[in-house]
């Protein structure tokens, strides 16, 4: 019997997948759980990957128009109230500020004072606020659409949190637009979820299936939620992005009223759109192995590392002056749209140099000794190679390849993404077998995507996520009209859903 070789997380993936997530963020030096309940402190190696996605979504959103605001933090409770249906649907989530400064307690202590005329919710999502402002920048045709965005914070008070994936309060951007038609609105809802799709595909390197959610699932007071579903290793779907048609419903509740050109009032249709921090947990779920955090990278923070390999009585000064000529080489190089960014670390801590940065994702590593120098080579390894093999490489020709080196680690994240997910998806028809497969799916290996008949009936909905806490993650566009019975109450079906356990 083969030894199993050691790994650099413990446990592994297949041992305790969810303690394995958390064991990689430790290990990658990307975060930590803060002494605020519920909420991380992101470390720079962590912020670095989140400022990669801000400065490429950012472009992206300008190319269509969009420009960047800010709003409150604080939102007054009765602008929630305006719109019975969201609030509905935030209010078990909502930190409540009730006071405005604190005072002694006579015991040493502190007590909250001064107490406010109308509660303070803070920010869990900001369409009423933002409402409350087209309003007043609203009043003719000729001042829509008024496409904002904005990069903030959100706090939603989750009871059970986990670092990227579900924190109360989490990074996010969130697109505000108002228009004069609804066709207008609508076709700016799929725009933005195009726009997840090319990002979260090209850049994260996760495929995702593209859909609308049932109207249980729809964000709170939306007409129309669309969505992006990508399959983690453990099998579970992950929402990856959102975008919502919401109507004239928030219109209403906010007073965002214009003159069209026929000169008559109405209300604007508006949508919102966002991606937050989750994004992050997902491609570290998507791509990482047990040996640690594994990077796409287009969004890796540096890209090579350079590790000065120093015998005793050699020459420290030889080594390193090779080594910044090679940073300088290959950072005259572009790498879509970025500079290649490389690191040195000659830190004198031995063989745990190369390990620490295989644990934080960096997708290619350098080992450069005096033989390398003598050859006019490198030793080079790639991240997305799991067994993390080496190899030699001629200087010159290694510096003329790093670009084309990268773009084959992007490209081959992406696809063993695809035949992973192709490799777990399935059509059932039989209620008897799609209860069996979720009855037994727990660890690592036994979870799926289920493409299954529904009827539409939110009971046969309900019923499957009691029964097996599966929900209909969306109904994918590219699903074919046919006929079929339902795989929970056996009723007449037009077309499949997606069906999965979820994050």
Same mark, same amino acid.
């Given at each position: 019997?083969?030894?199993?070789?050691?790994?650099?997380?413990?446990?592994?993936?297949?041992?305790?997948?969810?303690?394995?997530?958390?064991?990689?963020?430790?290990?990658?030096?990307?975060?930590?759980?803060?002494?605020?309940?519920?909420?991380?402190?992101?470390?720079?190696?962590?912020?670095?990957?989140?400022?990669?996605?801000?400065?490429?979504?950012?472009?992206?959103?300008?190319?269509?128009?969009?420009?960047?605001?800010?709003?409150?933090?604080?939102?007054?409770?009765?602008?929630?109230?305006?719109?019975?249906?969201?609030?509905?649907?935030?209010?078990?989530?909502?930190?409540?500020?009730?006071?405005?400064?604190?005072?002694?307690?006579?015991?040493?202590?502190?007590?909250?004072?001064?107490?406010?005329?109308?509660?303070?919710?803070?920010?869990?999502?900001?369409?009423?606020?933002?409402?409350?402002?087209?309003?007043?920048?609203?009043?003719?045709?000729?001042?829509?659409?008024?496409?904002?965005?904005?990069?903030?914070?959100?706090?939603?008070?989750?009871?059970?949190?986990?670092?990227?994936?579900? #924190? !109360?309060? @989490? *990074?996010? /951007?969130?697109?505000?637009?108002?228009?004069?038609?609804?066709?207008?609105?609508? &076709?700016? +809802?799929?725009?933005?979820?195009?726009?997840?799709?090319?990002?979260?595909?090209?850049?994260?390197?996760?495929?995702?299936?593209?859909?609308?959610?049932?109207?249980?699932?729809?964000?709170?007071?939306?007409?129309?939620?669309?969505?992006?579903?990508?399959?983690?290793?453990?099998?579970?779907?992950?929402?990856?992005? #959102? !975008?919502? @048609? *919401?109507? /004239?419903?928030?219109?209403?509740?906010?007073?965002?009223?214009?003159?069209?050109? &026929?000169? +008559?009032?109405?209300?604007?249709?508006?949508?919102?759109?966002?991606?937050?921090?989750?994004?992050?947990?997902?491609?570290?779920?998507?791509?990482?192995?047990?040996?640690?955090?594994?990077?796409?990278?287009?969004?890796?923070?540096?890209?090579?590392?350079?590790?000065?390999?120093?015998?005793?009585?050699?020459?420290?000064?030889?080594?390193?002056?090779?080594?910044?000529?090679?940073?300088?080489?290959?950072?005259?190089?572009?790498?879509?749209?970025?500079?290649?960014?490389?690191?040195?670390?000659?830190?004198?801590?031995?063989?745990?140099?190369?390990?620490?940065?295989?644990?934080?994702?960096?997708?290619?590593?350098?080992?450069?000794?005096?033989?390398?120098?003598?050859?006019?080579?490198?030793?080079?390894?790639?991240?997305?190679?799991?067994?993390?093999?080496?190899?030699?490489?001629?200087?010159?020709?290694?510096?003329?390849?790093?670009?084309?080196?990268?773009?084959?680690?992007?490209?081959?994240?992406?696809?063993?993404?695809?035949?992973?997910?192709?490799?777990?998806?399935?059509?059932?028809?039989?209620?008897?077998?799609?209860?069996?497969?979720?009855?037994?799916?727990?660890?690592?290996?036994?979870?799926?995507?289920?493409?299954?008949?529904?009827?539409?009936?939110?009971?046969?909905?309900?019923?499957?996520?009691?029964?097996?806490?599966?929900?209909?993650?969306?109904?994918?566009?590219?699903?074919?009209?046919?006929?079929?019975?339902?795989?929970?109450?056996?009723?007449?079906?037009?077309?499949?859903?997606?069906?999965?356990?979820?994050?």
């Amino acid at each position: 019997m083969a030894k199993k070789s050691k790994t650099a997380i413990t446990p592994t993936r297949e041992q305790d997948y969810p303690a394995w997530y958390q064991e990689v963020i430790k290990a990658s030096d990307m975060a930590e759980n803060s002494p605020v309940r519920g909420c991380m402190v992101i470390k720079p190696w962590g912020y670095a990957i989140w400022e990669n996605i801000m400065h490429q979504m950012d472009a992206m959103f300008k190319q269509t128009g969009v420009k960047n605001a800010y709003f409150p933090l604080f939102i007054p409770l009765s602008y929630l109230e305006k719109e019975a249906e969201h609030v509905e649907g935030f209010a078990k989530e909502c930190a409540v500020v009730t006071h405005h400064k604190l005072e002694s307690d006579g015991e040493g202590g502190l007590k909250p004072a001064g107490k406010l005329t109308e509660p303070l919710i803070v920010r869990p999502t900001s369409e009423t606020i933002i409402g409350e402002s087209m309003a007043r920048w609203t009043t003719s045709y000729r001042d829509l659409p008024i496409l904002l965005n904005q990069w903030a914070n959100v706090v939603r008070w989750e009871m059970r949190t986990r670092m990227f994936l579900r #924190t !109360s309060e @989490f *990074l996010w /951007q969130e697109g505000h637009t108002a228009h004069a038609t609804e066709s207008e609105a609508k &076709e700016r +809802t799929m725009l933005m979820l195009d726009i997840y799709t090319k990002f979260v595909e090209d850049y994260l390197a996760m495929p995702v299936i593209r859909g609308r959610k049932t109207v249980s699932e729809r964000f709170p007071g939306a007409d129309d939620t669309t969505c992006i579903e990508a399959m983690m290793q453990d099998k579970r779907a992950l929402q990856a992005g #959102t !975008s919502h @048609f *919401l109507g /004239q419903n928030f219109a209403k509740g906010s007073d965002i009223k214009f003159q069209n050109e &026929e000169g +008559t009032e109405t209300f604007a249709w508006t949508t919102s759109w966002g991606v937050s921090t989750r994004m992050i947990g997902g491609m570290i779920m998507v791509h990482s192995d047990d040996d640690g955090l594994v990077l796409p990278p287009k969004i890796a923070p540096a890209h090579v590392v350079i590790l000065p390999i120093f015998k005793k009585g050699e020459d420290r000064r030889t080594i390193m002056e090779s080594a910044h000529g090679l940073k300088d080489a290959l950072e005259e190089k572009q790498f879509h749209g970025r500079k290649i960014i490389v690191e040195i670390d000659d830190r004198d801590i031995g063989g745990t140099r190369g390990w620490d940065w295989v644990k934080k994702g960096i997708p290619v590593r350098i080992e450069l000794g005096p033989r390398d120098i003598e050859q006019n080579s490198v030793f080079m390894a790639r991240r997305d190679n799991p067994s993390n093999q080496k190899q030699s490489m001629d200087r010159e020709e290694f510096i003329d390849q790093i670009t084309d080196i990268l773009d084959n680690i992007q490209d081959t994240l992406f696809n063993r993404a695809v035949t992973r997910r192709k490799e777990n998806t399935f059509e059932i028809d039989d209620k008897k077998k799609f209860y069996k497969l979720y009855q037994k799916s727990k660890g690592f290996n036994n979870g799926a995507f289920i493409m299954s008949h529904w009827c539409g009936s939110e009971k046969c909905e309900e019923k499957i996520k009691k029964d097996l806490s599966v929900t209909i993650r969306c109904i994918p566009f590219d699903s074919p009209t046919e006929e079929g019975r339902c795989i929970c109450c056996d009723n007449p079906s037009s077309r499949r859903v997606l069906f999965a356990k979820a994050y």
